[in-house]
């Protein structure tokens, strides 16, 4: 099973009741193209449909809404960029401009109950993912979508005085001709909402994902050299520092008492022992040698080795991947096994690497219990948002009962000569 590509964000905007041909008419009937061969025309639009109501609705609920709007960015800009010279002006000003996406949420629902206009919602800043509050901040203070809903909220103050000033007193002196004004009108309110209510572009999008997923690899860079070291410091420093000890009372009794020194030396001679072995496997954990020296298929198949259960390993590469992506891909299996044995109660189980025009994919199954979930600890959420901070996919499907199967999807990137 493969895992399925990152499916792209959609962006832009429908009208609801503009079909694929349909364009909006100036004088208020609904466009579409006559039959190839014939001259007939469309039937004209209803002079006081639903429709028109909803579009006349819209412009009337102009001003109110244009005034708690123009309130809110005038606010917003006058003390937020008063108190930015004070501790609580950046987070209050960030925490206006996330309100401001409210604001613009609502606004595309009244576009699309009283005109149709269906935008989709913006993607959702990454402020979840990881990163410290510093960085948090910044993402927010940096919100493109929170900031055009500003510069929205303060044009529509002029604009909304026009529409219901215009309106209005159609209503009573001017209704023949009252839809086909209320249809210009509303089009250009369509026009506002789709340039600045509109989701940011993909640009935009990738650099905000970008920015939180640096933090991640900075966080996870981090944590790893904290890891190396307490695992130094407990474990071959400690190892070496009585090594040292015992080799030095070895010496002092290597005249007077040569047996004891003898058992001594002995002793120490295993102490070393264990502290090459700390030492490798801490180096394994850091880049294996094998992995370097040899690629993935031989990596994995010694990381399978040490695994409590049977693991089969195919991998089908027709080239080696980029080593940071090679590096990745070896853990996330290395972490994978290491869950299938302590936690999965698998009789077997499998590790699948192939290429898949520009993604490698890395699958591992087993026939446990079942059960794992992205939600269900720190290691399976650390291994999503490794592949994630690379443009990865992490996919985890695993019904109660088993069988579990994890795919991991990451980009392929060639191996610098």
């Known amino acids: 099973m493969t895992a399925p590509s990152p499916a792209a964000d959609r962006t832009g905007a429908t009208d609801a009741h503009d079909g694929p041909q349909g364009t909006p008419g100036i004088s208020g009937t609904h466009g579409t193209h006559g039959t190839p061969g014939t001259d007939r025309l469309p039937p004209p639009r209803p002079a006081y449909d639903a429709r028109t109501w909803k579009e006349i609705v819209h412009l009337l609920l102009n001003l109110p809404v244009a005034v708690f709007g123009f309130t809110y960015a005038f606010t917003v800009l006058t003390v937020g960029g008063t108190l930015t010279l004070t501790v609580i002006g950046l987070p209050l000003l960030a925490l206006c401009l996330l309100g401001a996406r409210q604001l613009g949420k609502l606004e595309r629902l009244r576009a699309r109950a009283l005109l149709g206009v269906r935008v989709e919602e913006p993607t959702p800043l990454p402020l979840a993912k990881g990163g410290g509050p510093v960085q948090r901040l910044w993402m927010a203070l940096k919100d493109p979508v929170g900031w055009r809903t500003l510069l929205y909220e303060a044009v529509r103050l002029p604009w909304g005085i026009l529409t219901f000033c215009t309106v209005l007193p159609s209503l009573f002196v001017l ?138 390993v195919a991998v089908d590469l027709p080239a080696r991947p980029a080593e940071a992506i090679e590096g990745i891909a070896y853990f996330t299996v290395s972490e994978l096994l290491q869950n299938i044995s302590k936690h999965s109660g698998a009789r077997t189980a499998s590790v699948d690497v192939w290429r898949s025009e520009d993604r490698l994919l890395v699958q591992v199954r087993d026939d446990g219990r079942g059960g794992a979930r992205l939600d269900g600890g720190s290691g399976m959420r650390g291994l999503a948002e490794r592949l994630g901070a690379v443009d990865g996919l992490f996919v985890v499907d695993s019904p109660a009962g088993g069988p579990t199967v994890v795919t991991a999807e990451l980009p392929w990137r060639d191996r610098q000569a």
């Open 175 to 312: 209704w023949p001709v009252l839809p086909y004004l209320a249809r210009w009108l509303t089009n250009l309110d369509r026009m506002m909402v789709r340039g600045l209510l509109s989701p940011s572009d993909e640009l935009e999008r990738r650099i905000a994902e970008l920015e939180s997923d640096r933090g991640i690899v900075v966080d996870t860079a981090a944590a790893d050299l904290r890891r190396i070291e307490r695992d130094l410091h407990d474990g071959a420093q400690a190892r070496l520092v009585n090594l040292a000890m015992g080799l030095g009372l070895a010496k002092e009794k290597l005249l007077e008492d040569p047996d004891t020194a003898a058992a001594m030396v002995e002793e120490a001679h295993g102490e070393v022992k264990l502290a090459l072995q700390e030492l490798r496997d801490l180096a394994r954990g850091i880049h294996p040698a094998v992995l370097t020296d040899r690629g993935l298929d031989a990596a994995l198949s010694s990381v399978a080795s040490r695994c409590t259960v049977p693991v089969a």
